[in-house]
């Protein structure tokens, strides 16, 4: 207790304009003023792809946090570090318990996982392979280096269970949580192209099992709107692509030399 009370005394006293950001509460509300932003512009637009929440929300974020960077006269990532990530880390925390809640759609259809489970299995475990090798070429083609490699590999998870992974493997997570967030908003746009023309829409399993590997959360979010069984499929999309690539993305950085 003594040794915190030293610390706490010898913490330096932030003074001026810095002194209203160091707080939890403004990385709190300006993650939720861009949020609600995007979720107005993407309804006035009557959901253009470009203007989805989430990544209007992670644009706009970082537009604010550097013009007032400007302003203030500090480094972006120093300004980052002091004034926005502790409350930024209090809204991070919040994506596991929004992870978990998948499993309330994966609940409510659970005869057809009872029912399909190994084909549900297999698909998915194959798809994890085929993605990630895809990606490991597409970004080795591109000349990426390791770290670069390393922040790819693990988008194929949605954000929460991609983000550790990435640093554990060497990657850099803000890079790999650009790429997880870019890929849904991508699935956003394409899905029902895509369903169309993979021809999909008479196969709700594959539609959900799609979206959701391709997509993440977003993804299963769209599948949902197609109906319960695609919601679902969608959501034990999400969790059982989590797990295999939580336990394969190390083995295979490690096979492809990145660790």
């Known amino acids: 207790m003594a040794n915190t009370f030293i610390l706490a005394a010898a913490a330096p006293v932030i003074k001026g304009p810095l002194a209203y950001f160091v707080t939890p509460f403004f990385g709190i509300v300006l993650s939720i003023a861009v949020y609600l932003l995007g979720q107005w512009l993407f309804k006035i637009s009557k959901g253009f792809f470009l203007f989805q929440p989430l990544f209007v929300g992670m644009v706009m974020g970082i ?35 929004a992870t978990i809640a998948f499993a309330i759609p ?15 299995l297999l698909s998915l475990i194959v798809g994890v392979f085929i993605a990630l090798s895809l990606i490991f070429l597409v970004a080795k083609g591109f000349g990426l280096s390791k770290v670069g490699l390393a922040s790819m590999l693990p988008q194929a998870a949605t954000t929460a269970i991609a983000l550790p992974i990435s640093t554990a493997i060497g990657g850099n997570a803000a890079v790999t949580a650009m790429a997880c967030i870019l890929n ?7 899905g029902n192209w895509l369903v169309k023309i993979f021809r999909l829409k008479s196969d709700p399993i594959g539609t959900g099992l799609g979206l959701g590997t391709s997509g993440h959360t977003i993804g299963s979010a769209f599948a949902l709107e ?5 919601g679902s499929m969608g959501a034990i999309a999400v969790v059982i692509i989590g797990i295999v690539v939580d336990l394969v993305v190390p083995i295979f950085a490690t096979l492809v030399g990145l660790r």
């Open 226 to 230: 197609l109906g319960t069984i695609e």
């Open 63 to 97: 537009l604010a946090l550097a013009i007032l960077a400007k302003w203030l006269g500090m480094d972006t990532a120093a300004f980052y570090t002091q004034a926005y990530k502790p409350g930024g880390d209090i809204i991070f925390w919040f994506l596991n318990p």
């Open 106 to 120: 994966l609940y409510k259809r659970n005869d057809i996982v009872k029912k399909f489970w190994l084909e549900i």
């Open 184 to 190: 849904a908003v991508i699935i956003y746009a394409l």
